[in-house]
DNA sequence: AATACCGCCAACCGCCTGAAT
DNA sequence: GATTCAGGCGGTTGGCGGTAT
């Protein structure tokens, strides 16, 4: 005998969540946090399975999150840390605090990946295009010193991306890549963004879009409860764009402990 | 104004791992 | 030790909004 199952899935809603829905289950684990998530959607009172509510709040509800577009930086980080940790985008994302896996995938998947394959560099193995077809035309048996940690053209060290073993992944995700490694990738990418001059300045050219996709204000009902910090903190959360007000949230937070 | 196309992103799906029984 | 499930993860999809024709 294991365990009971998350939910029986019959009768359980789907697609995009109601302000009605966000709002008990904001409520819901504000007032008593994240014991089970199998139980979540029941005690809450909501039609979802506990996955769904995990998401929800992972990706959405969360007080911490980091709303908005991501810098060029972090742009330059997350290339960075793919070309280390390959498509792990929870740990990519654990770099990055308010920032959500799912969010940092989609950067990735739509827009990262676009400008790495105008500088001729793939998306994938982090090596120059025309240098990997070449590759793939003259490719034999590669040795292990050939691969491990081999230079491309433009100076960042390729083929990062193999399995490693066990102890290479805990010093990859645990520890934070050294300052050398760091200004090593760092120069590496500045050297691509200077010789193709696209770089920089499709990043400059680019408008940050700020607005959340889901207009939540949009169809509060201004008359719900605010008999508690909790519940008033919960409105203004859903009332305005407060998501971005992370040291105000937290704050508050603590005042109503 | 209508339609087609494209980009973005929230949400779902299925798999994997570790924990509970 | 075997079985079952919760939680976590990455890949994929569908819907919506914006832009081009």
Same mark, same amino acid.
């Given at each position: ?9 019959? @009768?359980? =809603? ?14 819901? &684990?504000?007032?008593? +946090?994240?014991?089970?998530?199998? #139980?979540?959607?029941?005690?809450? +009172?909501?039609?979802?399975? +506990? ?16 709303? @908005?577009?991501? $810098? ?5 980080? &997350? ?6 940790? +390959?498509?792990?985008?929870? =740990?990519?994302?654990?770099? *990055? ?12 998947? #739509? ?5 790495? =394959? ?30 491990? /940690? ?14 490693? #073993? ?6 990859? #995700? ?27 300045? /499709? ?11 889901? $207009? ?13 910090? &909790? ?20 704050? *508050?937070? =603590?005042?109503? /402990?």
């Amino acid at each position: 005998m294991g365990r009971q199952p998350c939910c029986d899935k019959v @009768g359980l =809603k789907r697609g995009p969540w109601s302000i009605e829905e966000d709002h008990k289950l904001m409520n819901f &684990i504000l007032n008593n +946090g994240i014991l089970c998530w199998r #139980t979540v959607p029941k005690l809450a +009172g909501l039609q979802r399975c +506990g996955k769904s509510c995990r998401l929800r709040w992972i990706n959405y509800l969360r007080p911490d999150l980091k709303r @908005g577009a991501l $810098s060029e930086a972090e742009e330059d980080q &997350i290339i960075q840390l793919h070309a280390r940790l +390959g498509n792990r985008w929870s =740990k990519i994302a654990s770099h *990055f605090p308010g920032r959500t896996d799912n969010e940092i995938k989609n950067h990735w998947n #739509t827009r990262i990946k676009k400008r790495l =394959k105008l500088l001729g560099v793939d998306p994938v193995s982090h090596k120059p295009i025309e240098q990997q077809e070449d590759e793939e035309k003259t490719e034999t048996i590669p040795t292990s010193n050939s691969s491990k /940690q081999r230079e491309g053209s433009l100076g960042v060290p390729f083929m990062i991306m193999e399995k490693h #073993t066990k102890n290479e992944e805990q010093q990859l #995700t645990e520890g934070d890549m050294n300052l050398d490694e760091t200004s090593e990738l760092l120069h590496g990418y500045e050297m691509v963004s200077l010789d193709a001059g696209l770089w920089m300045n /499709q990043g400059a050219t680019n408008p940050s879009s700020c607005s959340p996709s889901f $207009s939540l204000e949009e169809s509060l009902n201004p008359s719900m409860g605010e008999s508690n910090p &909790i519940q008033q903190w919960v409105d203004s959360m859903l009332s305005c764009d407060g998501f971005n007000q992370l040291e105000e949230v937290l704050l *508050f937070l =603590k005042n109503c /402990q």
